[in-house]
């Protein structure tokens, strides 16, 4: 399976050319966040959590392309998703715990409760995919991330953002896992630079 490898837009800064110039990264820890609502105004839920995403960033917060694509493990009846992904260097100081919480304050500041059913539709759904080469394994988090490698809904954005990122624990970038991805999962990739923050 291929992907489009288009580049999405780059928040702040607005300037998709920089999207793929990985040498314009700086010397900090990459993370890479996952963004996904399939319940409420989910355009408007993605764009405004992303702008979010900033307070977290040393400097400009990349953005892949919105892409709509088919709810994965969900109760029958589930929404489609709008997702991205989203490339920052992390604050200084930012540490992967902090992060998480910070990630699941602003996950209920838009509207996410505990829901009685697992994977239900949620407003906002925040996912903590890499941060540098940190691993963790605890009751709270895994990370890297423990099944992102096999969502077409993540690999698909990621890849605009980061395809030349080794995978954490793996031997493989971004773009080399997702080539693996074979599935059934639905996902459609939007307009490029539909929304900049």
């Not at 996952?34 to 319940?39: A, E, L």
């Not at 960033?57 to 109760?75: E, F, I, K, M, Y």
């Not at 209920?108 to 890499?130: C, I, K, M, Q, W």
Request: glycine share 10%.
């Amino acid at each position: 399976m291929r992907f489009d490898t288009r580049k999405g837009s780059e928040c702040a800064k607005g300037d998709a050319s920089l999207l793929l110039d990985h040498g314009a990264w700086g010397r900090g820890v990459l993370i890479l966040v996952g963004i996904g609502s399939n319940r409420g105004d989910s355009f408007a839920i993605v764009r405004q959590s992303i702008a979010r995403l900033r307070a977290f960033a040393n400097g400009p917060v990349r953005v892949s392309s919105l892409w709509r694509t088919s709810p994965v493990d969900c109760p029958p009846d589930s929404g489609d998703f709008i997702n991205a992904v989203a490339a920052f260097e992390g604050a200084v100081g930012l540490t992967p715990e902090t992060l998480l919480a910070g990630l699941k304050a602003l996950e209920r500041e838009f509207g996410r409760s505990v829901a009685p059913v697992r994977n239900a539709p949620r407003e906002l759904d925040l996912d903590l995919l890499v941060f540098g080469d940190e691993r963790r394994a605890t009751i709270e988090f895994v990370l890297p991330h423990p099944r992102a490698v096999e969502r077409r809904f993540v690999m698909a954005p990621a890849l605009e953002v980061a395809p030349d990122l080794r995978w954490p624990g793996t031997d493989a970038t971004v773009a080399e896992l997702a080539a693996r991805i074979d599935d059934g999962e639905r996902v459609e990739r939007l307009a490029a630079g539909a929304f900049e923050c």
